[in-house]
């Protein structure tokens, strides 16, 4: 009988460590399984996250371009209405993006306009996207830069801290400096010079010129008519026009007065250069008649070269 129970032992621990060890591998196995679904997981939110945010990359550009569009359309129609040049342009300009107001006011255009591209506009309708996919989107600290660094668009540059946060928690996205630049055609906006100076009789949009610059003298008629514009350095660029500038700008752009077009709106004329910022100041630098041109038409001498003259 003892003999019997010895092996009876024996055929127990075996069964016993046979379980213990079957449970062993089922739990390194699971764990194994558990971490590979977990990184797996997580790699899959990545890479969503990683696509979201390249759809941002082209997304917020677009949006700030709109806004930005919008709120150079408000200045110039607050120049429009009240005859006076923009002050602080660029904390007006802020102060329109942000806020939705000007010098302090608001009216129903104003908030009509900004409807939706304001900061928080932005903002809002970036979560709502971020939202379909789990996600949130903040933008923190921002600041807003305008500026040109050519003659025929404006720059602006919006920079914050971007953080993108997964809701389950399993990722996030941080990037600090997060810098969104868009650029806005200048063509056929008005012109402030024109608009302030003659008092709103006579507008101007500018529409770059047809023709080769230096303007050729056989082209300067057709040119003159129609007030096209040109790169020059010796003049403003357009946000100094938007400011009631008119000194040399490394962006400047100028335009030649068609002196008719005044008279027509019954604006006075005066007898000297053409060139618009300096027509439209208190400038009077010597000028001349130009041989095949209306008499009139006067350049001063320091822009002779650029009409080919």
């Known amino acids: 009988m003892e003999i019997i129970r010895k092996k009876t032992n024996k055929k127990g621990m075996f069964f016993t460590l046979l ?69 602080d342009l660029e904390d007006v300009f802020s102060e329109v993006f942000y806020n939705a107001t000007i010098y302090g006011e608001t009216n129903d255009e104003i908030q009509q306009m900004m409807n939706g591209v304001t900061y928080s506009g932005i903002l809002e309708s970036t979560n709502q996207k971020a939202d379909k996919i789990n996600l949130k989107v903040n933008l923190t600290d921002p600041l807003l830069v305008i500026s040109q660094d050519n003659p025929w668009s404006v720059k602006l540059n919006l920079t914050a801290d971007l953080l993108i946060e997964d809701k389950s928690n399993l990722a996030l996205w941080n990037l600090t400096s997060y810098s969104i630049v868009t650029y806005i055609s200048i063509e056929n906006f008005e012109d402030p010079l ?106 001063d001498d320091e822009h002779l070269g650029l009409y080919g003259i």
């Open 19 to 87: 379980v213990i060890s079957l449970l062993f591998l089922f739990l390194i196995t699971y764990t194994f399984y558990s971490n590979v679904q977990d990184r797996k997981a997580i790699q899959e939110r990545i890479e969503t996250m990683n696509n979201f945010v390249f759809s941002l990359e082209k997304d917020l550009p677009r949006q700030l371009y709109t806004s930005g569009f919008r709120v150079l359309f408000l200045l110039e129609r607050r120049i429009t209405e009240t005859g006076e040049y923009i002050t």
């Open 194 to 299: 024109y608009i302030v100076e003659t008092s709103g009789y006579v507008s101007n949009k500018f529409n770059k010129t047809i023709y080769n610059v230096p303007v050729s003298i056989d082209d300067l008629p057709s040119h003159s008519q129609n007030s096209y514009y040109i790169n020059s350095t010796l003049a403003p660029s357009f946000l100094d026009r938007l400011q009631g500038i008119k000194t040399a700008n490394e962006n400047g752009i100028e335009s030649l007065v068609y002196l008719p077009e005044l008279s027509a709106q019954g604006v006075s004329v005066k007898d000297k250069s053409c060139v618009d910022y300096i027509y439209f100041s208190s400038q009077n630098p010597p000028s001349q008649n130009i041989g095949g041109m209306p008499d009139w038409f006067k350049i």
